[in-house]
């Protein structure tokens, strides 16, 4: 079976909604802050922690 590009997706916006576990966390001289994260699928990597990350302390 072929595959066909759905245009009509491309260039929409939406939301991923993921547990996160912080593994380290850096700040930079700025103030910004950069988390090292592994998420309920496996996966790990860096991200910014801003006002989209919400953190339970």
Excluded: F, H
Aim: glycine residues 8%.
């Amino acid at each position: 079976m072929a595959t066909k590009t759905r245009n009509d997706l491309i260039g929409c916006k939406g939301t991923v909604t993921r547990q996160i576990e912080v593994l380290d966390a850096q700040e930079a001289p700025d103030g910004t802050v950069d988390i090292y994260v592994s998420d309920n699928m496996g996966n790990t990597y860096w991200t910014l922690l801003d006002g989209e990350i919400d953190l339970d302390s």
